[in-house]
């Protein structure tokens, strides 16, 4: 589980700091491939065994140049004649033996290197999924209303793939190269310095050009992840509002569209080919020209007498060694900037706070009377999330048996209440409480557990009707279910369908109409207990003799819980005990039905327009 | 956090998943050589026919260069360095033969810039190609195609599928240079030494018999690692999407559980997979090791005998060392083929899905038409036996409102549908201002008929750029009487930023009723002589509600329009009323005289029902009986 940082100073509001996490990829380079390497350590019995295992590889992949050039100065020592055959044949077959030897365990030890890495690199990517979705389950809706669902699924696949990956192409591989190349440096340097300094010369003009090329690379990934979440939601919204296009004939223009920014991605990514090329072949140059002036410094060093011919094929053989090395040096630094790149975006969302969490001394609800009161509540959206909507001044106060109804026009903060009820967002003023306790005391599993909105537009997931139906309750009974279905005048549809309650639906499955969906979020609802429910808006598809027929069969549920109900259809809450009408945030008049008709103000004005717009008023 | 609440019902399983319950039923390898996606992908190759044979030659030179290397080192060693100095030239030839490395290593290098820069490109290209011709035809493909066919699944193929075919292309070319390396180290071994050749070369037979036992364990287990993935992702997806519901039904903890479930599968399969791929090394390494130690051995000793030169010896012990690089990265890419085959024959599904509305090579594109619909003995279904619609005839004169009510399935939207000519009629025929609307083009159509539909859907970008959707070229100040006129202008300025206010994803910053006046503004400004419109079912509030009957009346205003109603005032208002039901118009004419007539309309109408959409199956069954009674 992921533990909770507050010593980020990060701004309260999850908001804020989405809006400002762009900027902060671009500095924070280094900082992640250290988190990236410090979560990886984390995993140390793993790390250990495959940092020996890399150390070791590394070795015995030395020795094997060594193995050679003994080989060679072996089978060339009879031709001038230095010691006899039987002698030479024996230590040839010792040299092959140490050869075999040495390739064996350089072998068996790159395979516990890889297999360690790859193993911390899974742990660490599933370690990520795990927290990366527990955070997304807890960021607010507002947050996710302004994030692009398919950004988020781009970091939660792509970019968790790309941080995996920095173990062993990273990591490990620094490792692995850093004593290759000081081994080797050592064990050249002792046999000649001279060539052991024309062998090694590629060494740090490769080194330059990497930390060059890091920086640059880095640069074009991200302009090329930023380009290409772009072409991906113009795919998706196109093909989502396939309709729409087709219906006003703008195929052209959504091909127009698509082309500019498919343009801008392909060009990136001829850049990022273009930069990666010149970088990698630019290193396999330099390489080979050091190997060319070892053949020409060591040939005449071996003409000279001044080393052998065996101890220059260890010189050749080990540069031979470093050809693969200096090939993935070029795949590091694409490993690297990559890592960045991903850790970056992942940790911009790992990092939020959720604006509503638990206080560190929150207790859980304890319900006595269901008594659910709003006492002179202030609420201003925070700052910067551009919504003007604002409450003030709300005291309601809703208990089992007193239903509350609140009506008023589009943007007066009707669905606001709704939010407040389950502390989806915070008061600025006053204090919501249940049974006398502030809900920001409390957790808010428990408060969510005993608050229930119902809301207008229900999600449906693929999966059976059971399913969707107990998703509040996934241990509900058989009979439970379908009485809550009954209840939400849903049960006799499904007793119909091929496969009754085991039937699929959702995009795969039988899809349901937009009154059938409200009725199935209603079902979910009153499947489970709670002591407060708040229909936000949750019948406005259901017509009005069904929404009669749900009302009725609700009366028992409605006598044990706080509910309120917000609605602008009037049919839906003309019984409520109490009636609230909100203009602009406040309340401008309340009472009940009776009363405010007689008030011949706002309510009254909404209904006469109501009866107006259709002279059935569905309860006659 | 504190833990799920531990159910204290029963101790049964809960009744939830995460992810979708439909497994992914697409294969993941296709074949290691599928003809037909590699002719298919060769049309696609084409235009870059010149560049791709540029590259071939670069890879070979490329290749060629790697190959000379050991062999320079041979010839200096031998002819130059080996004979200690006797040869009093030695020096001066070393010299010759380093100038000649050089020239061969710069020659390596810019085979190696261009066979890289160009096969990058390239491919780069062709993948750009494949995703804007499949983006393209999807654009005109039949809309019962996109209707039966999820949004995800397109995207995976235009992403996924896309990226899987990247990787091959970008390594194919290698793959050749790969194989020409392993031939040419062959040869030269052979050629250097046949004896010596031969014996080296012994070890390979055994790699293989190695890979043959390897490969179909090894393909099971990455099979499996692919599948953890994929419904990880999908969990992930569903959670994102649903995080409304989640957060208000506080299955944090049930499906964090279940999600960890599938996470730690994905987890075991993937180092699973890990282990099949790294237990190969040490086989390699060995094999090399014992191939160095057969030169060795038996090189040593012909060295000894002089029946070998010592620079031929180094020469083989280099080429060993190369020697399983081709074989290793020939392995990789068997699998990154299997995969792009299976990718490439997913992507040319969608290319090949039928495009069964297209413009006739006479279309005309009339640049004024009279508005008037007529349907004649229209027959037309989706499925081959099941027609929505059963010879249907009626006309809509210009200037007509015609509202279309009837139950849910009774084909309302098919007749929408095909007034675009969004399908093709089995049988009958569909004019619209006189043209048979398969005479036409359907840019004519979309400019002569405007929709609403039910689903105001909206797209990314500010508001402006929303309402002037269906004619670019619109002003400013027309897009600004267009939302004035459907009474949008208020709540558009008291936004932020007013008309440049940028849309969440699906316009989710607006109300419903917003999203729907926006598309009555939408539509406004195409200016159609013909107004489809699918009335929004779910109620509004009433304030906006106002406003839309007035936005309305201003739409329909010298426009003949086709009303898919559900609101009882939308009806009332229609010039005339279309019942429709399973397919046949069952009564036609205006309110007054259908409610005279005490057919379904006057029985629905009166059962109070405010839509007829959401008529409760029994109670629209029991009705239409009561109907064919009468």
């Known amino acids: 589980m992921k533990s909770k940082k507050t010593s980020h100073g990060k701004s309260q509001l999850d908001i804020n700091s989405e809006s400002t996490y762009r900027i902060a990829v671009s500095k924070l380079d280094t900082n992640v491939l250290w988190r990236i390497t410090k979560m990886a350590f984390r995993h140390r019995l793993r790390m250990a065994i495959g940092i020996v295992s890399t150390i070791l590889a590394a070795t015995f992949q030395l020795f094997v140049p060594q193995f050679l050039g003994r080989a060679v100065d072996q089978a060339h020592g009879l031709l001038t004649l230095t010691s006899d055959r039987a002698t030479t044949e024996d230590a040839l077959m010792t040299t092959a033996l140490l050869l075999i030897s040495a390739s064996l365990l350089r072998g068996l030890f790159t395979m516990c290197q890889n297999y360690q890495g790859e193993a911390v690199g899974h742990l660490i990517g599933y370690n990520l999924r795990l927290s990366y979705y527990r955070q997304l389950q807890r960021l607010s809706f507002s947050w996710h209303d302004k994030v692009h669902s398919g950004d988020l699924m781009a970091r939660g696949i792509l970019d968790i793939e790309g941080v995996r990956m920095w173990v062993t192409t990273g990591v490990l591989r620094f490792f692995l190269l850093t004593i290759l190349i000081g081994g080797g440096a050592i064990i050249l340097f002792r046999i000649d310095i001279e060539l052991g300094v024309v062998a090694l010369a590629f060494v740090p003009i490769v080194g330059f050009r990497v930390s060059v090329a890091r920086l640059k690379l880095r640069d074009t990934w991200m302009r090329l992840q930023d380009q290409m979440a772009k072409l991906t939601q113009i795919m998706e919204e196109n093909l989502s509002g396939i309709r729409v296009v087709r219906a006003f004939a703008a195929q052209d223009h959504e091909l127009n569209r698509f082309d500019k920014s498919s343009r801008i991605a392909l060009a990136v990514t001829h850049e990022r080919i273009g930069l990666f090329v010149r970088y990698t072949t630019q290193m396999t140059f330099v390489y080979f020209l050091s190997m060319g002036l070892v053949l020409w410094v060591g040939g005449h060093k071996v003409i000279d007498g001044e080393i052998t011919l065996g101890e220059l094929t260890q010189f050749l053989a080990f540069m031979s060694i470093l050809q693969m090395p200096v090939r993935q040096i070029g795949w590091m630094i694409n490993s690297i900037a990559r890592a960045s790149t991903c850790g970056g975006r992942l940790f911009n969302i790992l990092d939020l706070e959720p604006s509503i969490a638990d206080k560190p001394d929150a207790t859980p609800l304890r319900i006595t009377d269901g008594v659910l009161k709003f006492e002179n509540v202030d609420f201003r959206y925070p700052a910067g999330d551009g919504d003007q909507r604002t409450l003030s001044g709300i005291s309601l106060e809703a208990r089992p048996g007193k239903t509350i109804g609140i009506v008023g026009p589009p943007g007066s903060g009707k669905s606001t209440i709704a939010q407040l009820i389950g502390r989806y967002y915070d008061v600025t003023g006053g204090s919501v409480t249940i049974d006398g306790q502030d809900i920001r005391n409390v957790s808010l599993e428990s408060l969510r557990a005993n608050v229930r909105i119902v809301q207008q537009e229900p999600f449906l997931f693929t999966s059976s009707v059971n399913h969707n139906v107990a998703y509040g309750d996934p241990w509900a009974g058989r009979s439970d279910i ?38 199935m979020s209603i079902a979910r609802g009153v499947l489970l207990d709670g002591a407060v429910l708040v229909f936000d808006d949750s019948t406005a598809s259901i017509d009005a003799a069904t929404e009669q027929r749900i009302k009725s069969a609700l009366k028992d549920i409605v006598k044990e819980r706080a509910v309120i109900i917000i609605a602008h259809r009037l049919s839906s809450l003309m019984h409520a005990d109490e009636i609230l009408f909100l203009e602009e945030g406040r309340i401008v008049e309340r009472g009940d039905h009776d009363q405010l008709l007689a008030r011949s103000g706002r309510y009254a004005e909404l209904y006469s327009l109501q009866t107006r717009l259709s002279d059935t008023d569905g309860e006659n | 956090m504190a833990k799920a609440t531990p159910s204290p019902k029963s101790n049964r399983p809960p009744l939830a998943v995460v992810g979708s319950l439909v497994s992914q039923d697409e294969d993941l390898f296709g074949r290691i050589f599928d003809r037909w996606v590699v002719g298919r992908l060769g049309e696609y190759l084409r235009p870059y026919r010149a560049r791709i044979i540029i590259a071939i030659g670069a890879v070979l030179a490329f290749t060629l260069t790697q190959l000379a290397i050991p062999l320079i080192i041979r010839a200096a060693i031998d002819d130059a360095v080996a004979s200690g100095g006797e040869i009093a030239e030695g020096g001066a030839l070393l010299n010759i033969l380093v100038a000649v490395f050089i020239g061969v290593v710069v020659f390596n290098y810019i085979a190696n810039h261009v066979q890289e820069t160009i096969v990058g490109k390239i491919a780069g290209h062709l993948l750009f190609d494949l995703r804007r011709a499949m983006y393209a035809h999807l654009q005109v493909v039949s809309l019962s195609f996109m209707d039966k066919t999820e949004v995800g699944r397109l995207m995976s193929r235009l992403q996924g599928d896309v990226n899987a075919l990247q990787e091959f292309l970008e390594s194919s070319i290698f793959a050749i240079g790969d194989f020409v390396l392993l031939f040419g180290i062959i040869a030269v071994l052979l050629s250097l030494d046949a004896r010596l050749g031969a014996m080296t070369l012994s070890v390979v037979p055994i790699l293989f018999l190695v890979r043959i036992i390897w490969l179909p364990l090894a393909r099971r287990a990455f099979l499996r690692a692919r599948e953890t993935s994929s419904a990880t992702n999908a969990a992930l997806a569903e959670s994102i999407h649903g995080v409304r519901v989640v957060q208000e039904l506080t299955r944090e903890d049930v499906n964090f559980d279940l999600f960890d479930e599938k996470a730690t599968d994905n987890l075991n399969s993937h180092i699973s997979g890990s282990k099949y791929t790294n237990v190969l090394i040490p086989i390699v390494d060995g094999l090399t090791g014992a191939a160095m130690a057969i030169i060795v051995i038996v090189g040593g000793g012909l060295v000894l005998d002089q029946a070998l030169d010592i620079g031929v010896m180094v020469a083989f012990l280099f080429y060993v060392q190369r020697f399983f690089d ?305």
């Open chain 2, 326 to 630: 081709p074989i290793r990265s020939l392995t990789i890419q068997y699998s990154i083929m299997q995969r792009a085959m299976a990718a490439g024959q997913r992507i040319f599904e969608v290319l090949d899905v039928e495009v069964e509305v297209s413009n006739k090579s006479d279309a005309q594109d009339p640049k004024e038409i009279d508005g008037s619909i007529e349907f004649e003995n229209v027959t037309f279904g989706y499925v081959a036996d099941q027609p929505v619609l059963k010879n249907i005839s009626f006309r809509v004169a210009p200037g007509e409102t015609v509202a279309l009510v009837g139950p849910t399935g009774s084909g309302k939207t098919s007749t929408m549908s095909l007034t675009h000519r969004f399908y093709d009629v089995w049988d009958g025929s569909i004019r619209v201002g006189g043209h048979d609307v398969r005479d036409l083009t359907q840019a004519s159509l979309g400019r002569h008929i405007a929709m609403v539909l039910q689903e105001p859907y909206l797209f990314s970008g500010t508001i402006l750029e929303n309402i002037r959707y269906a004619k670019l070229e619109a002003s400013r100040d027309a897009i600004i009487d267009a939302a004035k006129a459907v009474g949008a202008h208020d709540f558009i300025m008291r936004l932020g930023a007013g008309y440049e206010t940028e849309l969440d994803q699906g316009g989710g910053n607006l109300s419903l009723g917003q999203r729907q006046l926006l598309s009555f503004a939408r539509a406004l400004v195409a200016d159609a002589k013909i107004l489809i419109l699918d009335e929004a079912t779910a109620s509004i509030d009433s304030y906006t509600e106002l406003n839309i009957q007035r936005a309305l009346a201003r739409l329909l205003e010298n426009r003949t329009a086709m009303v898919i109603a559900h609101r009882l005032a939308t009806i009332r208002g229609a010039d005339r009323i279309m019942v429709l039901q399973d397919g046949e118009i069952i009564e036609t004419g205006d309110h007054a005289h259908l409610m005279a007539s005490e057919g379904l309309y006057s029985r629905l109408y009166r059962m109070n029902y405010a839509s007829f959409d959401d008529i409760p199956d029994d109670v629209a069954r029991t009705l239409s009986e009561s109907n064919d009674a009468t």
């Open chain 1, 482 to 519: 379908e009485q809550s279905a009954a209840t939400a005048q849903l049960h006799n549809y499904i007793s119909n369908l091929p496969s009754g309650y085991a039937t699929l639906v959702g995009e795969r499955g039988v899809s349901l109409s937009g009154g059938q969906r409200q009725r």
